[in-house]
């Protein structure tokens, strides 16, 4: 049973009763003080008692909420260092996502149907988290295919930072003609007549590819709520009960932040997020942060949304992007100038901060700018402060961060990037890009993540996957053994090390009494579930704060009720997100198997629906749009 009852135990105290309980499980609880435990108690949203399921019957009365979790592994709630999910909430339900399609038939089947619900004035648009590595074709669809699928609906298809596909009716919704100029960092690719030919490339910025999108129609009122909120229970579906907002482009303070602020002072968030600002406009950067300075400062809010900080940028100047397929970028001489200024005005008023920095190149020139304001005893001084990515950062900068008290975020952007970068400098010089286990080897905290949802997908156990054995979404094995980290470490960069990224380390992270009521029950058990399987772990039930934010399978409908997706015509209301495949350890024969016992089952089911009367006596017939084009 997935839920217990409760008649026949003692009476609690009042001040004593459990708001929930979960019993029968393998819990996992990063407490190096009580490793494992059988049960937990959670109250007022904070954990009361780790145990066993004798540790925690005299605090069930007739209210509590007791789950069986029938032997699963339970862990705390996961915690992604690097997620744009403010921006990523408000545009959720307007995107068609790829994420985990395995095959770009299905894929164009998807657009295609999309296309033909989508009503006159709206836009078809997938918005990353996918690769052409990913499918079994291996390559990315032609403008043709688009143009095929949605003659008449804008299509917008992004992928990673390095390029976006438009058919005609998105070239002509967008305005680009022959005589649209290519944006600095960016190149509208024309052909022989000079007009576009619905490719754009980041040549290396991936401005182009983000100021192209901001011209599609964006969601208004109620509809941003409901979005946002549809975006935090698919990211609960996956084990997630807190992540820190990495802002970005296109995400400006404190417009952008409205939904999610209301949606805190409503109780309605699911996820916990901690947040950071980042400058919008080059030039203005250094207002900007006098401005906000002014109005918030970090620790702002409570435990459910707080300010956490400045970046993932600084200063635009000093932005590297990291387009694999084009080489490493040139900046501008000088903005270390600009970057001084910037960082002395943060920590001088009490800010910490993060910095976007793909290349060890960036990476030694931001140092150079922190050592001189460590003469000023700027650094180390109890801010916290972080570079994101680092994918090619040296060991003498991890020393260097280490000196100043600095940390990393990594994120798995090799994931879905990993073929790119071998291809342009090696296999050898990916197997440390980046270099995790020199960064945890030197005491670095290094918090993981994702960096979703425009660039790699918000699903975590992809980027878990990615940890533990050093391979792409397309299979390509490119860390060596020295580069990957077991399981338990790998959990902990995804819980406690985001907790400590956030000063919140004494309260989650762990669970343990006095800790986050914040956990998941999986699907399978990380620990002993084959490594190519890994990706395919999903919550059955995932608590925050003592509340049942996501519920699936035994536990169907014991969570939270939220609003429908709207508008009706979204791609997550017919396709929801996260495409999720059967595991690749069911195969052959095995998966025959389980083909015929649902075959069976199916037939017996409509057999049982006839006889009710709840199913005509006729065949059905079954249309499967993954066959058709």
């Not at 545009?91 to 989508?118: I, K």
């Not at 579906?237 to 807190?242: D, H, Q, V, Y």
């Not at 200024?341 to 943060?346: C, D, E, I, K, S």
């Amino acid at each position: 049973m997935a839920t217990m009852p409760v008649a026949g135990f003692p009476p609690a105290r009042a001040d004593h009763v459990a708001d929930i309980v979960v019993r029968n499980a393998k819990i996992y609880t990063g407490d190096p003080g009580c490793p494992q435990a059988g049960a937990i108690a959670v109250k007022d949203g904070r954990v009361t008692v780790i145990g066993e399921d004798a540790d925690v019957v005299e605090l069930i009365s007739a209210r509590t909420r007791v789950i069986d979790a029938l032997g699963r592994r339970v862990i705390a709630g996961l915690n992604d260092s690097h997620l744009h999910v403010i921006r990523g909430g408000l545009n959720y339900v307007l995107e068609l996502r790829w994420d985990g399609v395995p095959t770009l038939r299905q894929a164009l089947a998807m657009l295609r149907e999309q296309a033909a619900r989508t009503p006159k004035g709206q836009w078809v648009r997938v918005v990353g988290g996918w690769s052409a590595e990913q499918f079994a074709e291996k390559r990315l669809p032609t403008v043709a295919e688009l143009n095929a699928a949605a003659p008449d609906t804008p299509v917008f298809v992004l992928h990673l930072y390095q390029a976006a596909l438009m058919n005609r009716a998105a070239l002509k919704a967008a305005a680009y003609t022959k005589d649209t100029p290519d944006p600095r960092g960016g190149q509208i690719v024309r052909g022989r007549d000079g007009e576009p030919t619905g490719m754009l490339l980041a040549a290396p910025s991936a401005l182009i590819l983000y100021s192209t999108l901001a011209a599609a129609p964006v969601l208004q009122g109620a509809d941003l709520r409901t979005s946002t909120r549809h975006f935090l229970r698919e990211l609960n579906r996956f084990g997630l009960t807190s992540a820190i907002d990495a802002a970005g482009g296109f995400q400006n303070f404190p417009d952008n932040y409205d939904t999610v602020v209301g949606l805190a002072r409503d109780g309605q968030l699911s996820l916990r997020i901690a947040y950071h600002l980042f400058p919008q406009t080059p030039g203005q950067e250094i207002d900007d942060l006098r401005r906000w300075i002014a109005m918030v400062k970090p620790g702002d809010g409570d435990e459910w949304l707080r300010l956490n900080g400045a970046g993932e940028s600084l200063i635009w100047a000093a932005t590297d992007f990291e387009n694999f397929v084009q080489p490493r970028p040139e900046l501008a001489a000088g903005y270390e100038e600009n970057l001084e200024t910037a960082v002395r005005l943060l920590l001088e008023n009490g800010w910490g901060f993060r910095l976007h920095a793909t290349y060890d190149e960036t990476i030694r020139r931001d140092l150079n700018v922190f050592e001189k304001l460590a003469g000023e005893g700027l650094f180390p001084h109890g801010n916290r402060w972080l570079f994101d990515h680092a994918e090619t950062v040296s060991r003498h900068s991890l020393d260097r961060i280490a000196a100043l008290g600095g940390a990393v975020s990594v994120q798995n952007r090799m994931s879905f990037q990993g073929e790119a970068f071998v291809r342009r400098y090696g296999a050898a010089a990916a197997t440390e890009t980046p270099p995790v286990r020199a960064m945890l080897d030197r005491g670095l905290t290094v918090g993981a993540g994702t960096d979703a949802t425009r660039v790699s997908s918000y699903n975590p156990w992809v980027a878990l996957h990615w940890l533990v054995t050093g391979r792409t979404v397309g299979d390509l094995a490119i860390y060596t053994p020295e580069n990957r980290v077991s399981r338990e470490t790998a959990l902990s960069m995804y819980t406690q090390a985001g907790a400590r990224l956030t000063g919140e380390h004494e309260v989650k992270g762990v669970l343990k009494p006095g800790y986050y009521g914040d956990f998941a029950i999986l699907s399978d058990d990380f620990f002993t579930v084959p490594e190519q399987d890994i990706p395919h772990i999903e919550s059955l039930l995932t608590v925050t704060g003592g509340r049942i934010v996501y519920a699936a399978a035994e536990y169907e409908g014991l969570d939270e009720a939220i609003p429908a997706v709207h508008p009706t015509w979204s791609p997550v209301a017919h396709y929801g997100g996260y495409q999720a495949t059967v595991k690749p350890s069911i195969a052959g024969a095995r998966q025959a198997e389980l083909m015929a016992h649902a075959v069976s089952e199916s037939e017996q089911h409509r057999q049982w629906r006839i006889q009710r009367g709840f199913a005509p006596d006729t065949p059905t017939t079954v249309f499967d749009t993954c066959f058709v084009l």
